[in-house]
Structures are given as structure tokens and as C-alpha cells.
């Protein structure tokens, strides 16, 4: 697995951040249905909501 962040300034006061998260399940062909059928949409939620919660962090401040 392997999470990157990059970030780009959009005005004065506004950041973007982008996460690119790669990652490949083991076990051959049985992992690669896992990702497909599990693995691909958790790990978009979860970025999702921990981003959501991130950014209402740094905006309350």
C-alpha cells in the first residue's frame, strides 16, 4: 500500500489537498476480487470521511 499527499495552493486562503492511494490485495486472484469488490470502495470511504473531519478540524481552528 502505498498513501500520498500533494497539495496546491487555489487562492489567498484555500489549499487542495489530493490523496492517491495505491495499494493490491495478496493472495493472486482471490485478492484481486477482494479489491474489486471490497477493498476499493472502503478505502475511498474512509478517505472521504477522515478528510471531511480533517478539514472541519483545520476550519474551526
Known sequence: ????H?????GEQT???RD???FE???GVL???AER???KRYMQAFLESRNLK???LLENR
Do not use: D, Q
Not at 500500500?1 to 500520498?4: A, D
Open 1 to 4: 500500500m502505498r498513501h500520498e
Open 6 to 10: 500533494s497539495f496546491s495552493k487555489l
Open 15 to 17: 489549499t487542495c489537498m
Open 20 to 22: 492517491t492511494l495505491r
Open 25 to 27: 490485495a495478496p493472495l
Open 31 to 33: 485478492g484481486w476480487v
Open 37 to 39: 469488490v471490497v477493498l
Open 54 to 56: 480533517l478539514k472541519a
